[in-house]
């Protein structure tokens, strides 16, 4: 781990924006980004994410590079793994654990083999029979969801087998892996974690009901609760699953857990390698809650800088 000093030395590429269906919130995130780092004196320069990425944190100079991609392409292990071949440390996740976070299905998989609580699910893959899946369904609502997407999109809450029908099209656009989740009703809460530590949990209150991407990103549209008034017990075992799931899936730097919390449980629904960092985004409001600043917050990630394979050798456009 490199001090901050050390780091203010370096070149810092802020990776933002990308390909993904996430890219405006991402640009969002980056900017914020960098625009603290910026102020706290470090040598950060924002890069907007192509197919030439490359070449572009070769023109910055880049020394290390904080990840503020959301979705795919960013999120997914990809950018993490060119990084790897550059020789450049990154912020947060490493490549499986990011490609495994993604994948709301392996995730899945990993929590129930190591007993965490979630909620139970079929999958639908592209070319599959949609009717077999809806037959399987035999209590409404349920929630359907692209395996690899987030910030909601393409999600849908089915109360009948006609929405069901028409919410696996919509997923089917987004991802050629489709999750039906049951549906839990209660309470939605969110745990940031940070280097390893749950922070303070938040209780999120859409103003409609359900969190959709309208709801997480127009300010005022949704009311967070912060701490979340869960009874002590509950709320340290909600900490405990978002501490747990981090180590199951080898999870670096910051990431964000989402629950559902009915009664006196709470189900594991994913996990999130690269948090959003925008003005209404919740790891920064739970951070805030803790006594980390948002400058301070930016400035602990990049902190962590690092490469799943610091040994190798760094990549070289040497002509031979």
């Given at each position: 781990m490199m001090t901050r000093e050390e780091l203010k030395k370096k070149q810092v590429a802020v990776l933002m924006?990308?390909?993904?269906?996430e890219?405006?919130?991402?640009?969002?995130?980056?900017?914020?980004?960098?625009?603290?780092?910026?102020?706290?004196?470090?040598?950060?320069?924002?890069?907007?994410?192509?197919?030439?990425?490359?070449?572009?944190?070769a023109e910055a100079k880049a020394d290390c590079a904080f990840v503020a991609l959301h979705g795919r392409y960013g999120e997914d292990g990809s950018v993490q793994g060119m990084l790897e071949l550059l020789g450049i440390p990154?912020?947060?996740?490493?490549?499986?654990?990011?490609?495994?976070?993604?994948?709301?299905?392996?995730?899945?998989?990993?929590?129930?083999?190591?007993e965490l609580p979630t909620p139970g699910y079929h999958l639908l893959t592209s070319g599959g029979d949609p009717g077999e899946l809806i037959e399987k369904c035999r209590h409404f609502p349920v929630v359907v969801k692209p395996v690899r997407e987030g910030s909601t999109i393409g999600i849908t809450i089915?109360?009948?087998?006609?929405?069901?029908?028409?919410?696996?099209?919509?997923?089917?656009?987004?991802?050629?892996?489709?999750?039906?989740?049951?549906?839990?009703?209660?309470?939605?809460?969110?745990?940031?974690?940070?280097?390893?530590?749950?922070?303070?949990?938040?209780?999120?209150?859409?103003?409609?009901?359900?969190?959709?991407?309208?709801a997480k990103y127009t300010p005022g549209k949704t009311e967070f609760i912060l701490p979340a008034p869960l009874e002590p017990r509950l709320y340290n075992r909600v900490q405990e699953v978002a501490e747990r799931a981090c180590r199951i899936l080898g999870c670096r730097g910051a990431a964000r857990v989402d629950f559902m919390v009915r009664q006196r449980e709470c189900f594991c629904l994913e996990?999130?390698?690269?948090?959003?960092m925008t003005a209404t985004s919740l790891?920064?409001?739970?951070?805030?809650?803790?006594?980390?600043?948002?400058?301070?917050?930016?400035?602990?990630?990049?902190?962590?800088?690092?490469?799943?394979?610091?040994?190798?050798?760094?990549?070289?456009?040497?002509?031979?």
């Open positions: 924006g990308g390909m993904s269906g890219r405006e919130v991402s640009l969002r995130t980056g900017k914020a980004i960098l625009g603290a780092l910026q102020q706290e004196g470090y040598r950060a320069v924002g890069i907007d994410v192509g197919r030439d990425l490359p070449v572009r944190l990154y912020t947060g996740s490493g490549v499986l654990a990011s490609a495994l976070a993604m994948d709301k299905a392996l995730t899945k998989q990993l929590l129930l083999h190591h089915a109360r009948d087998r006609k929405e069901l029908e028409s919410g696996l099209i919509e997923a089917l656009r987004y991802d050629d892996t489709v999750m039906v989740e049951d549906f839990i009703d209660g309470l939605e809460v969110t745990v940031g974690v940070l280097g390893g530590e749950a922070l303070p949990i938040i209780q999120i209150v859409p103003e409609q009901g359900f969190y959709d991407y309208t996990v999130n390698t690269v948090p959003g790891l920064p409001k739970a951070a805030t809650e803790a006594g980390i600043p948002f400058p301070e917050l930016v400035q602990r990630i990049l902190e962590q800088v690092s490469l799943d394979y610091p040994g190798a050798p760094a990549a070289t456009t040497e002509k031979k």
